[in-house]
C-alpha cells in the first residue's frame, strides 16, 4: 500500500505554528477554516458570519418580552441549533490547528468557548438563564471572519502612538483633573447647599460632567457668577477633547510613515515593507535579517 502522506502545518493560514502534523483532511479544513486564499474558505467565513448576526440578534430580541412570550419558542430552537453549529466549528479549528491547547486558550478560543457553555450550562443547571446574556460575546467573532489580522498594521500604528504620547497625555490629564477640582471648589463656594451644591464632592460631579460637555442638567447654578463660571468650564471641555485627539493624531501619522518607508526584504520569499517591530516575515514566516525598531529607538531617543 501507498503510504499516507502527511503534511506539515502551512504558516501562512494558522497563528498557532509550530506542534504536530496534520492529515491531508486536516490540512484541508485548515485552508478552509482560517484561509482566506480560496472559494471555500470565504463562503465558510460569509456562512459563519450570517450565522453569528442572527445569532446575536436573536439573544438581543429575546430580552424583549412580549417577543420572548410571542415567539420563545422558535427562539429556543434558533437558539440551540446556531448552539450545535458553533459548537461543532470549535471543534473543527481545535482538530486542524496544530497546536489545539494554545489556540484553546487563545483570546478568539476562548470567546469561541464561552459563546458556547451558557446554552449547555443554562440547560443543565436550573436557574441559570440569566447566564445566557454572555452569548452576545459571539459579536466579538465578527472581528476573526473579517480577517482582524490584515488590520494589524494600523493597529500596531495605535500602539506606537499612544506609547510616544502617553506621558505628554498624562500631564494633560493631572493638569485636567487639577481643573477640575477648583472648578467644582469654586462653584460649591459660589452656589452653595441653596442651590443643590450640597458638598464639594458633589460640585466636582458637576464640574466633570459640565467639562466633558455631558450635561444631565440634574445640577445646575442659578447665580450670575455662577452661570459664568459655566460657561468657562463648557469651553474648557472643549479643548480636554481636542487637545489629546491632536497630540495623538500626529503620533499616528508619524507612526504610519515611518512604517511606509520601512523597507526590510525576506531572504526566504523577498517580500519588502514590514512592520516596525516586525521579527518574523508577515508572509512565510521566516526570521528576517534583522528587527527593524527604528522608531521606537528614535521615539526612546527623542524621550
Known sequence: MKRRERYHFDARHDPFLGGRTLSPIQHKLNEIIFGVDTFAGRLFDIVLLIAIMISVLTVMLESVHDLQVRYGQIFFIIEWVLTILFTIEYLLRLSCVAKPLRYATSFFGMVDLLSILPTFVALAIPGSQSL?????????????????????????????????????????????????????????????????????????????????????GDIAPQTVLGQSLAAVAMILGYGIIIVPTGVFSVEIVAASRAGKHLDMPCTN???????????????????????????????????
Open 132 to 216: 445566557l446574556v454572555i452569548r452576545a460575546l459571539r459579536l466579538l467573532r465578527v472581528f476573526r471572519v473579517l480577517k482582524i489580522a490584515h488590520c494589524m498594521k494600523e493597529a500596531n500604528y495605535l500602539w506606537i502612538a499612544f506609547r510616544a504620547t502617553q506621558s505628554k497625555i498624562l500631564v494633560f490629564l493631572v493638569v485636567v483633573m487639577t481643573i477640575i477640582l477648583l472648578m467644582g471648589s469654586a462653584m460649591y463656594l459660589i452656589e452653595g447647599p441653596t442651590n443643590g451644591f450640597t458638598s464639594i464632592p458633589k460640585s466636582v460631579y458637576w464640574s466633570i460632567v459640565t467639562m466633558t460637555t455631558v450635561g444631565y
Open 269 to 303: 520569499c523577498d517580500l519588502h515593507q514590514h512592520e516596525t517591530d516586525a521579527i518574523y516575515c508577515k508572509h512565510c514566516g521566516e526570521k528576517l535579517p534583522r528587527a527593524a525598531r527604528k522608531f521606537e529607538l528614535s521615539r526612546q531617543d527623542e524621550a
